[in-house]
């Protein structure tokens, strides 16, 4: 018990319990469940629009071809592999400090979802560089990079199962996540450090895209229909990891047996 | 449609067919995975929850 709540309830005892009941795994499985079609929707439009436009309206480029369509999935899958691995990280972070269940079910479940993500955005730019470098792998910096990514995102998961004690197996995850978060702007850097084959970024969401409207438009809504369907599948899986903790509960018991 | 002449033009993708539709073929390969894996995730757990509250109603 600290300081603060020994003494009459202040408004430092009111934020804090404000602030961990913002955090409890009930409310989170309340919430969530009108959360759900706002993601998953958007999400599916999205991510169809997305590819539709790009596999079968976007122009072809004047040096790829039609390969160039591979641009639509593997820039938004790498985005996202390397964004969720973040949120994974601070998630962590914020389990080792503040002790938040939520956070900790967070990050355990970003790791399936942002590896499935790093698997996609190697296979699909190992087809790309086929055709388009002659080889299906270079260990050039940003390649090599994010295959340790991949390595990461599989260990971080190995280490989890591998560990009995719920509460152990967060925070030794936590901190393996955010060892390897130094990977991440290697990453970013790595094609303006070092003499890479793999091209400079061509689409950032900073600056304007070397590239016309029609290209690079389909590109930002797959990424933002990713975005979404991560959220939404992390939210499913936390939710369901809510149910395996929580059972016991006699609030959780009520709401299963409403369905 | 769109870009491409004929269904057979689609298909071929100017010689670069195969990139193209196997790199297509794993994004929903990943889509479908992480949908099902959400899904039977949720099933599991809640089978699970199901059976104990029916243990503790039939314990009384």
């Known amino acids: 018990m600290s300081l603060s709540e020994t003494s009459a309830p202040g408004w430092k005892a009111r934020f804090k319990r404000w602030f961990h009941s913002w955090a409890s795994p009930k409310w989170f499985y309340e919430k969530s469940a009108r959360w759900l079609p706002w993601l998953s929707i958007p999400a599916v439009l999205l991510i169809l629009s997305g590819l539709v436009w790009g596999l079968f309206f976007a122009p072809q480029d004047y040096q790829q071809g039609n390969s160039f369509r591979i641009f639509y999935l593997h820039v938004p899958a790498a985005f996202l592999s390397q964004s969720i691995f973040m949120m994974m990280a601070i998630a962590g972070a914020i389990n080792l400090i503040w002790r938040i269940k939520l956070a900790d079910m967070a990050a355990k479940h970003c790791a399936p979802i942002g590896a499935s993500f790093a698997i996609l955005a190697l296979a699909t730019g190992a087809i790309w560089g086929k055709p388009t470098w002659g080889a299906w792998w270079v260990w050039d910096a940003r390649l090599t990079a994010m295959l340790i990514l991949l390595f990461l995102y599989l260990g971080v998961i190995a280490l989890y199962s591998a560990i009995d004690n719920r509460e152990t197996a967060g925070r030794s995850t936590a901190i393996l996540s955010l060892v390897g978060l130094v990977n991440i702007p290697i990453i970013k850097y790595s094609v303006d450090w070092w003499n890479t084959l793999h091209q400079p970024a061509t689409f950032t969401l900073t600056e304007k895209p070397a590239m016309p409207f029609e290209m690079w438009f389909p590109a930002l809504l797959v990424v933002l229909g990713f975005y979404l369907f991560f959220t939404w599948m992390l939210f499913k899986r936390m939710r369901a990891e809510v149910v395996e903790r929580e059972f016991k509960a006699k609030w959780l018991q009520k709401e299963l047996t409403q369905k | ?60």
């Open chain 2, 1 to 60: 449609m769109g870009q491409f002449e004929s269904i057979q033009a689609l298909i071929d993708m100017g010689g670069h067919g195969l990139y193209v539709w196997l790199s297509y073929g794993i994004g929903l390969a990943v889509i479908a995975f992480n949908v099902v894996s959400a899904n039977s995730a949720n099933k599991k757990a809640e089978e699970r929850a199901k059976k104990y509250i029916r243990r503790q109603e039939l314990e009384g």
